[in-house]
């Protein structure tokens, strides 16, 4: 934090944000890429503060099923105070929370997926050592300064409507149009998503259910 303490907060001054102030993170798979947004005492809606490439992330669209597959999940997770990781082996790092309740309810297996620094990665998603003390310097700081858990969404890919198109016959598409309804909000919106689990599906507060 001293580090970053040096720089960012003339970086986020000119987006009207701060360190400490609410964080949101979506990752894409396909892209590469962490989306990280925050949220101004001042302000109604999240701004985004940076996009990070992800380094090392290992195996390919589509969820994470079971213990030892080497994919990374897809999906709505979160961290908070307790799943950060200071001492990590790869320098810093954040669980994200996998399995969560829908994962579980689907009987898929798993643990210990982070957001860590390095550039190798079985199943995690690797950002490098300078890029980590960011992310986790501006996560560390919102849970400080009282939020209760930093939203970490994993999609496959940006769902927009011609990438949702390009994969219609994938096998996943059917899970992935029940991630659609929280990035379509998202986008419109720009304030997290409020999702639910009901009859193992997901479900996102004003809008329509997606049958598994």
């Known amino acids: 934090m001293e580090k970053v303490s040096k720089y960012m907060p003339s970086q986020l001054e000119v987006k009207g944000l701060a360190i400490g102030d609410p964080v949101y993170i979506r990752i894409f798979k396909k892209e590469r890429q962490l989306e990280l947004w925050m949220k101004g005492a001042d302000k109604s809606s999240y701004q985004l503060a940076k996009t990070y490439s992800v380094a090392a992330m290992s195996g390919e669209i589509g969820p994470k099923l079971k213990e030892g597959d080497f994919q990374a999940p897809e999906g709505f997770y979160a961290t908070n105070k307790?799943?950060?990781?200071p001492l990590s082996r790869?320098?810093?790092?954040?669980?994200?929370g996998y399995p969560n309740a829908y994962d579980r309810a689907h009987e898929r297996t798993g643990s210990f997926i982070m957001v860590h620094g390095g550039r190798v990665s079985a199943g995690c998603f690797a950002m490098t050592d300078p890029m980590i003390e960011e992310i986790y310097s501006l996560c560390a700081a919102a849970l400080a300064g009282g939020q209760n858990e930093v939203p970490v969404h994993c999609f496959p890919f940006r769902m927009d409507a011609e990438q949702m198109e390009s994969f219609a016959s994938h096998s996943?598409?059917?899970?992935?149009?029940?991630?659609?309804?929280a990035y379509d909000q998202f986008e419109s919106e720009k304030n997290p998503p409020q999702i639910d689990l009901v009859d193992r599906s997901y479900v996102v507060a004003n809008s329509t259910k997606v049958e598994d």
Do not use: V
């Open 82 to 85: 307790g799943l950060l990781h």
């Open 172 to 181: 996943e598409i059917q899970f992935w149009q029940s991630l659609k309804p």
């Open 90 to 96: 790869y320098h810093l790092a954040f669980n994200i």
